[in-house]
């Protein structure tokens, strides 16, 4: 779809920095409206800037993210930033009348103990995993106003659910990273300064599912322009893989040649998480990216931008 004037509310970050180009290609003009630009937590400034800008669509990609220790350390932030962040945006484009928006979920909102490959059914289902709790209901407040206003308005706003992102453009901080970022500069600064151990936390037999961006993006735009519904969609890659094989993987990448160690005090949230992508499978969708394909790319961003 094209000739549209499209707000990417996080254009500024790893996945709008992806997206806006993708959409400008297709003939799209961007609005770059970003936290760095106004405080979305503030609704007077989200219905401020939308009322002087009024785009076709939105797609909210803006949020407080960050690792398990950032999350638990900073829980009440990530709870009240991206609920605030999340309602404002919404409520406001439907009180203007945008006709298109599109929020992203967070597989953090999934019950700890759901049945995996997790389906979009398993929302609201059981106890969220306590290490993301604040931004797992930050996130599920903003699905649940897109249902009842979908419902009581009969809008079109669609919730897509992506599993853990990771690519270039990626948070490389030590308090703020998540795993992929975090193992990739740890690795790189030990193999620089030829530290001969790194301690992970958990014991690295925790499964996830990762997303490279550019997939992430794709995937996004695959399923606005395919999918017929608005219920609650998944977007991930269907391929799982243990902590412990992700860490040898990233140092066999990076050419970390020295021991690693996972600290079982430690905590590592759930121990399976892989979203289901029956919906979007069904739809003709795959990821063009291997994970070791997206590492490689990742790092060789890293190197060049420290």
Known sequence: MSNK?????????????????????LGNSILEGNTKIFDQTIQKNVRDWLKINMPDEI???????GGINFNLSNSTEFLYKNSMIALNIIQAAHDLNIKSLVFLGSSCMYPKNAKQPIEESSLNKGEIEFTNESYGIAKI?????IEKINTQYNRKYLTIVPTAAFGPGDIYDKKKSH???AMIMNFHNAKVNNIKKITFWGTGEAKREFIFV??????????RDNFKGNEMINLGTGIEVK????????????GYKGEIIFDKSKPEGVMRKILDNKKIKDLGWKPKYSLEEG??????????NI
């Open 243 to 254: 902590i412990k094989e992700l860490a040898f993987i990233i140092a066999e990448i990076t």
């Open 5 to 25: 004037k499209i707000w990417i509310t996080g254009s500024s970050g790893m996945l709008g920095k992806r997206l806006c180009p993708i959409l400008k290609r």
């Open 179 to 181: 795993v992929i970022p």
């Open 214 to 223: 550019d997939d992430m993006a794709e995937g996004i735009l695959f399923i």
């Open 141 to 145: 407040l903003g699905v649940k106003l």
């Open 295 to 304: 590492l490689e790319i990742t790092y060789k961003d890293y190197c060049k």
């Open 59 to 65: 797609i909210v990609t803006s949020a407080l993210v």
